[in-house]
């Protein structure tokens, strides 16, 4: 009944559906890794916002190389704003209005950390920025620490020399116009200034695992339906004969 399986062609077409099959439940499991990546990643940042915040020349020394283990590390930091070298970053969107990130180098004692204050609108586009100043003096701020964001391979470049507006805050190609860059920039949580600009950042939050597990369940369904589909057209095949003498 299903000697024709046997044939070249079928043969060919079975190892096809094992192949189809198999890259389909190849990438169901990527996905899986990929939502348990994505929920660890999620627990272990949550951990550490949660935590109580060290001393910013503490955490740094405490890292050393270990860069990566500074991702949302919260901080206290007292030193002094230096907005005369305020950096804006552009390409930022405020309740639909668009506008900048207002980056402004913090001295403390160990070095200068970029200490992201929050939004202000697009015509304020000029740094330092006169409307919203941060405080003067030695001050004490709470910061969440957060990884340089390096170009990406495709990226835009920025230009040679002192850069006043940038695409995105990537310490290497700053450094290169602030001494004794900290390995991280911090986004302002306390102790920034007023209650108006710049507009102050949200916090994060890691409740959000990504769409990973739905698309491991699609690809493990489009293998479902591959096999079930060859199933149902050896089947379909094998009875024909059968039909054809039922209706004779």
């Known amino acids: 009944m299903y000697g024709f399986l046997r ?14 099959t198999g890259v389909f439940v190849a990438l169901g499991n990527w996905q899986l ?13 949550a951990a550490r916002l949660g935590a109580d915040p060290i001393t910013l020349g503490v955490m740094l020394a405490s890292a050393g190389p270990s860069v990566d283990s500074l991702e949302y590390r919260r901080a206290v930091a007292t030193g002094i704003f230096q907005p005369a070298d305020e950096v804006l970053v552009r390409n930022h ?61 495709f990226g835009r470049v920025e230009p040679e020399g002192e850069l006043d507006v940038v695409n995105r805050i990537d310490l290497e190609r700053l450094s290169e116009q602030f001494q004794d860059l900290a390995p ?31 698309y491991a369940g699609q690809w493990f369904l489009f293998a479902l339906i591959t096999l079930v589909g060859a199933g149902f057209l050896i089947r379909s095949t094998a009875t024909k004969p059968a039909r054809r003498k039922y209706k004779t």
């Open 184 to 214: 991280a920039w911090a986004q302002l949580v306390d102790g920034g200034g007023s209650a108006g600009l710049p507009v102050a950042l949200d916090a994060p939050t890691f409740d959000d695992n990504g769409p990973h597990l739905a």
């Open 33 to 45: 890794t990929r939502h348990r990546e994505v929920r660890l990643d999620n627990e272990v940042f």
């Open 7 to 20: 044939s070249p062609r079928w043969i060919a077409g079975l190892i096809l559906v094992a192949t189809v």
């Open 93 to 153: 969107v405020n309740n639909g209005t668009a506008g900048f990130h207002v980056v402004t180098p913090l001295r403390f004692d160990e070095g200068t950390i970029l200490v992201n204050r929050g939004w202000v609108p697009l015509e304020l586009d000029t740094p330092p920025i006169e409307a919203a100043p941060p405080p003067s003096g030695t001050v004490e701020v709470e910061l969440l620490l957060r990884s340089s964001q390096p170009i990406p391979p």
